[in-house]
């Protein structure tokens, strides 16, 4: 068995030396080559600082605005908004934008209402879990009003003077919801009346939960 592999070896001198070559310098390079692009690959940041970065954010945003709210009076909803597309900031005033008014305020975000053209009546049935448009004359009936719902997340900046188009507020966002638009989602709110205070608006139903076309 010896013999017949010493002569295998003999007659193959040539592509021995070449598979010694191989191991001793082709496969050490190939390793190289494969380690070295990922010294410039960029690291993900861990997951805890992605929150923690997220929350600073927010609580910057939530700050920012809670302050202007009370400094810019409680009388009725005088807090007018541009909300801006930030993608379309080349484009401007012909890209997308919402005239809103701020008047309140949500666990990770912004309330704004688009005012008094979006007020309606609802009733309830079965114990207030449907929804359904009625007449303004009906007594089960509440005046509620659109209110849409912006988070923190979705601000990128903000203009708090306007422009000589909209002199007030601009908020950049991210148009990224699935109808192309800031929202997290729209709501109808009841608008309680506060002595002193700013309107408080409570939540009623979200606008795609109503049961029946808008009459009224």
């Known amino acids: ?25 082709i496969l050490p390079l190939t390793s190289v080559l494969v380690k070295w692009p ?6 993900r940041r861990p997951k805890v600082v992605i929150i923690a970065k997220d929350l600073s954010r927010r609580e910057q945003w939530r700050s920012a605005f809670e302050d202007y709210f009370v400094k810019s009076g409680t009388e009725g909803d005088e807090r007018p908004m541009l909300i801006r597309d930030i993608d379309g900031i080349k484009h401007y005033p012909e890209s997308a934008w919402f005239k809103l008014w701020l008047v309140g305020f949500y666990h990770s975000g912004l309330l704004l209402s688009f005012n008094v053209l979006y007020s309606t009546h609802i009733k309830a049935v079965e114990d207030q879990k449907n929804w359904y448009y009625c007449d ?10 659109c209110v849409a719902k912006i988070s923190y997340d979705r601000i990128e900046h903000v203009d708090w003077k306007g422009d000589e188009y909209w002199p007030f507020t601009h908020i950049y966002c991210k148009f990224d919801s699935k109808d ?6 729209v709501v109808y709110c009841e608008r309680i009346e506060r002595e002193g205070e700013a309107p408080y608006y409570r939540e009623i139903v979200k606008l795609n939960d109503m049961r029946n076309n808008r009459i009224c």
């Open 1 to 25: 068995m010896w013999h017949e592999i010493k002569t295998w070896a003999n007659d193959n001198q040539g592509l021995l030396a070449l598979i010694a070559l191989f191991m001793a310098i």
């Open 180 to 185: 192309d638009d800031p929202f997290e989602e």
């Open 38 to 43: 990922k010294r410039f690959w960029p690291k």
């Open 136 to 145: 303004s004359k009906d007594e089960f009936g509440i005046k509620v009003f």
